[in-house]
């Protein structure tokens, strides 16, 4: 992981931003950094969460996404591509306990992690860095990148 100090420095780099897998004790340093950014940090516990629609349902809450969110990847990626409802300049969402969605329902694990990645990409291209920590015990996930 990429030391305290220099947090803070990454997060605000909109290139770098996308979806990463959650060191180990990292989360405390991530959410500080992100708080001196002033950058929300939303948290979605996934403990026990085994398919999309409960998954979708978590994201939904821990996000605080409108009312109007339809609860599937495409309405997914339109509340991740324009956040009016919760304006900041960077954020930080952290997908914590992921291992029995990511074990249970594999592909859609998979979709939720490239809706994420894509919406990232989006958003740095409008200067607002997006970053996603997945916590995982499980080690060299193919679709996540580590700090």
Same mark, same amino acid.
């Not at 997908?95 to 592909?107: G, I, K, P, Q, S």
């Given at each position: 992981?990429?030391?305290e ?8 780099? +909109? ?9 180990? %004790? ?22 026990g ?12 809450? &821990?996000?605080?996404? +409108?009312?109007?969110? &339809?609860?599937?990847?495409d ?14 300049? &960077?954020?930080?969402?952290i ?13 859609d ?11 990232? %990409?989006?958003?740095?291209?409008? &200067?607002? +860095? ?18």
């Open positions: 992981m990429i030391p100090n220099e947090l803070v420095s990454v997060l605000q780099q +909109p290139d770098r931003a996308g979806v990463y897998h959650l060191p180990q %004790r990292g989360a405390e340093a991530i959410t500080h950094a992100a708080r001196e950014l002033d950058f929300p940090v939303l948290r979605v516990d996934l403990s969460c085994a398919d999309k629609g409960d998954f979708l349902a978590r994201v939904a809450a &821990g996000l605080k996404f +409108p009312d109007w969110f &339809g609860q599937n990847w309405a997914l990626a339109d509340c991740l591509a324009d956040m009016a409802w919760l304006p900041a300049d &960077g954020y930080v969402i997908l914590e306990h992921a291992d029995r969605f990511r074990v249970a329902a594999e592909a694990f998979i979709a939720a992690l490239e809706t994420f990645d894509d919406a990232a %990409r989006e958003r740095a291209a409008d &200067g607002i +860095p997006v970053w996603i920590f997945v916590g995982l015990t499980a080690n060299g996930i193919v679709h996540l990148r580590t700090l």
